[in-house]
């Protein structure tokens, strides 16, 4: 049996905010979630619709790292 469980709050902080599409090349996000008991060992999976997102990294319990790389055109 496959359980899926759903992080309960999280908070995202952008790197030399603000992200300008067509300007901005790369930027580090960092995550923080509050993972439920028990699924400390699950991956992180980021996406998005616009732009994409580099290997997530663990930093520590419910803190999470990854480059986000937007497109290079200011109307996608």
């Known amino acids: 049996m496959l359980a ?13 905010e603000p992200i300008v599409l067509g300007r901005t090349e790369s930027v580090t996000m960092l995550f923080q979630i509050d993972e439920p008991p028990g699924t400390e060992d699950r991956p ?3 996406k998005s619709n616009v732009g ?3 290997e997530v990294s663990r930093l520590g319990p419910g803190r999470y ?9 200011r109307f996608p």
């Not at 899926?4 to 709050?9: D, K, S």
């Not at 790292?65 to 055109?73: F, M």
């Open 4 to 16: 899926v469980t759903a992080a309960r709050a999280a908070s995202v902080k952008v790197e030399n």
């Open 44 to 46: 992180l999976a980021l």
């Open 52 to 54: 994409s997102f580099g």
């Open 65 to 73: 790292s990854a480059v986000y790389i937007p497109p290079p055109t």
